[in-house]
């Protein structure tokens, strides 16, 4: 078989993209490379929707997650993260790592946190200085409302600051309109690159938090990005070669527009979900995200198996479940340089894996439920 | 003509390297991934020559450095900082960014730092926990006897961290038998790739600060990254692509064999500083390194305009003074993946470009230098 990666991160790189990378390298202190990040930078505020700035680390997206506990905090504040998987416990690690009292909203892995849980939460502690989430919840494939959870915040104290490293580029936000002060990405999922860039946007709100914090900071310091991004350079030497691909690859969303990328995901997400659940699979999430699907494991399937069977056999790079959910579920993604066809191939490998797994699943009831959705639209 | 990049960092990445880099994108969190980064390891001990860990981050230079100020020391920590430009000046900042007390011995610019003043400093302040210095201080290409700094060092209580980004696989570095705890490197230089990684080896020595560390850190973590080291993995998403290409460099410094790439930036440097003499020129630092040189402007020739002609006129990139040495000296590097012919190269360019800029130099001295320094060894 030919390997595909269908994980949510990293995602396959354009062949146009890969070969743009591997011009020959020049020097970031240069008129050519800031003519290049200027470029960059006014497509990251049309990818992330909004007139701030924009930074961008060499570094991945849990260096700029950092940067936003290490930045806009300072020790012993207040808090508040929402803890529904993997990454939002991240979240939480971080602010411990640093001294920041973090109160966790536990949410069950799968659903999507009530926003006004968020403002109850932000409502009996006025002190609470930011408030962490996650647009998509990776590891349960769960979109948070952000759009409502920004209405909530917005009028309170806290900056909102969200994670959207795995969905930017593929589940809608709208990072002005819906009040989000830093959105926080990564290259290597919508923006279709290898890993090795972060992003964080960085509005008024969150400037006036990141003069008033105290912790320490240096390779991530807001402040200096800033002060570099003036001048359309960075502080430190940035990964030119991704930065290079980077402008590629917003290149290419700008001329499909953001409307379209997000119908594009929307319509693929959908057909995949026909998929799985044509085959009489259920899917796991109670709010699945755009980006990634996760479908349980039918009664008596070892996950771990049809993993496996996918990976070794079909050659095809889905992801599993992670801490509790292992071997429980599958994650497909349908995020960045991916079509259609590609939905078709990831229903028929996994339909192919699970009968290959003694799983009662009608050969074909996948794909052809993939057909009628695609063809309904 | 064609451009050519001579810069102490980004250096020339060969063509194999970046198409290397343009293969299709692969997850991390699989076999294949595991076994190439155990190779990658195991290189990067020959490269480091020592046995301890060599940690990769995904980040440039500057984050590894603050790796061993977070990772080393306590808040309130007497630190010893080797200040003679502008790498040294970092140092002090990161320190400074930390809460930690780092006396700095300043050393003129050009010169090398005499390790009788860190023995003396040392038998002063008994408190110290760590000295921080540079292999090559890349704002005045100038070399550091660490194996003199080393055995000051190794008897007493603190840890040596050797700033090598701009050096290692060029100026030579022998990390246990020089007793160096913490080397830092990037990959942008001696290691002929993109920048975007960066490198930290960690002593038992360093371990044991690392245990006593209390400051705040998460992304550059490492404790979290030797977790992962044992299990030829990393705690966050490495960037592949670069660990790809790093997979290809250390191949081929293996092939050469180290001494054989100290020998050759040895031969490439004694050949830049012959041309640069053989036209009348004054080399800057008193302790050159072999992976740069920086050379004085002549009295009434501006340096801005020489680079200026070096740059847009003839294409070759080299890098000029910074800070107080800005118009004052010119650095052209013969680090990486250089040969002979680039040397003669540079060399030709800085002879014309002083000419188009008034400079009393006779045509053809500096390359007749090169050659007689080549025909002689």
């Given amino acids: 078989m030919k390997p595909r990666l269908m994980a949510p991160g990293p995602t396959p790189v354009a062949p146009e993209t890969l070969l743009a990378m591997a011009r020959p390298a020049f020097h970031h202190r240069t008129p050519a490379f800031r003519e290049l990040f200027h470029e960059v930078n006014e497509g990251l505020k049309y990818l992330f929707q909004t007139e701030n700035p924009v930074l961008t680390f060499a570094g991945s997206g849990t260096g700029a997650m950092e940067a936003a506990v290490s930045n806009l905090l300072c020790q012993g504040d207040q808090a508040l993260v929402v803890r529904g998987g993997k990454f939002g416990e991240r979240w939480g690690e971080i602010c411990e790592a ?37 647009l998509c919840e990776t590891s349960t494939a769960t979109l948070t409302d952000i759009k409502a ?39 290597q999922k919508g923006l279709m690159l290898p890993p090795g860039l972060s992003f964080i946007s960085v509005s008024s709100k969150a400037r006036e938090a990141v003069e008033r ?31 290079v691909g980077l402008g590629e690859t917003l290149r290419t969303i700008r001329e499909e527009g953001i409307d379209n990328v997000f119908a594009r995901h929307a319509r693929l997400a959908m057909a995949t979900r026909a998929g799985m659940t044509g085959m009489g699979l259920d899917i796991f999430s109670k709010s699945p995200a755009n980006i990634v699907t996760a479908v349980k494991m039918p009664q008596g399937v ?76």
């Fill in 149 to 187: 959870v920004g209405a909530v915040v917005k009028d309170t104290g806290a900056v909102l600051v969200v994670d959207a490293i795995s969905a930017l580029g593929g589940d809608e936000l709208r990072a002005d309109d819906w009040h989000v002060d830093c959105v926080i990405a990564g290259s």
């Fill in 213 to 243: 914090s105290t912790l320490p900071k240096y390779y991530f310091s807001i402040e200096r990005a800033l002060d570099s991004y003036e001048k359309d350079d960075t502080p430190w030497t940035p990964a030119v070669s991704l930065v």
């Fill in 302 to 377: 070892d996950g771990l198996k049809v993993l496996s069977s996918l990976r070794d056999d079909l050659e095809l790079t889905p992801a599993g479940g992670q801490a509790k959910l292992k071997g429980k579920i599958i994650r497909i993604a349908h995020l960045g340089y991916v079509d259609d066809f590609d939905v078709v191939t990831a229903v028929s490998a996994l339909e192919l894996a699970l009968l290959r797994n003694g799983a009662a699943v009608k050969p074909g009831s996948g794909v052809a439920a993939v057909q009628e959705a695609f063809a309904g639209v």
């Fill in 98 to 134: 640093y001294g920041v009292n973090a109160a966790c909203l536990d949410v069950e892995w799968g659903e999507a946190v009530n926003p006004d849980d968020i403002a109850n939460a932000l409502d009996e502690n006025r002190d609470i200085k930011s408030v962490h989430t996650t």
